[in-house]
């Protein structure tokens, strides 16, 4: 119940009337929700990480040499690859978001780029190269890096984010990186000419 203070027809001043609401009746009605703010609060909520780089050799390691091939992947999980979903509601309106990688791409620091998924580790004792992610270095890193150091490695996974909810619905996208270092060698064979005793 409130009271709603009104002038009278004739002009001649102030009337008050009480007013009853039953309960159980809806409030007034509050200013539209507008489904693209609540999709933003829900794209913020989503837990997105950006690439675990593997790879074998492991980065760091002195394990690299020239026309070798190296494996790389990402760690998995929803955080790391997705689908990972988080939904927001107001004033009626409920907005879902989802999230997942679309792909990763690889900077190999010798101006190679590689486009891969979430790649295949390695096996201890698998031969060749990874069946859908990795790279062979042409060049050793030594011979090519300032100070001789390792090849600067960075990954980066691009997210692509859709929500709908409230009679709309859009596609967003992230990218999200993580460096690692390689050192890559050469591997020199000595030939040794005995001669004649």
């Known amino acids: 119940m409130y009271a709603k203070v009104c002038p009278r027809v004739d002009g001649s001043g102030l009337t008050t009337l009480l007013v009853?609401?039953?309960?159980g009746s809806a409030p007034p009605a509050g200013p539209p929700v507008d489904p693209r703010v609540l999709a933003e609060q829900a794209i913020a909520s989503l837990v997105m990480r950006a690439p675990e780089i593997r790879m074998a050799p492991p980065p760091g390691s002195t394990g690299g040499l020239v026309g070798l091939p190296v494996w790389m992947w990402t760690e998995r999980g929803e955080e790391f690859l997705g689908p990972t979903r988080q939904s927001?509601?107001?004033?009626?309106?409920?907005?879902?978001?989802?999230?997942?990688?679309?792909?990763?791409?690889?900077?190999?620091?010798?101006g190679t780029t590689v486009v891969c998924g979430a790649g295949t580790p390695y096996s201890p004792g698998a031969e060749g190269s990874s069946p859908d992610c990795g790279h062979v270095y042409a060049q050793a890193s030594s011979r090519h890096v300032p100070g001789g150091g390792p090849w600067p490695i960075t990954a980066t996974s691009t997210w692509t984010v859709t929500w709908s909810g409230g009679g709309l619905s859009g596609t967003e996208t992230l990218e999200l990186s993580s460096s690692a270092e390689l050192f890559v060698g050469e591997l020199h064979v000595l030939n040794q000419d005995e001669g004649s005793r």
């Open 20 to 23: 009853y609401i039953p309960t």
């Open 88 to 110: 927001v509601s107001a004033g009626g309106v409920t907005v879902a978001a989802v999230g997942e990688v679309s792909r990763i791409v690889w900077d190999m620091g010798d």
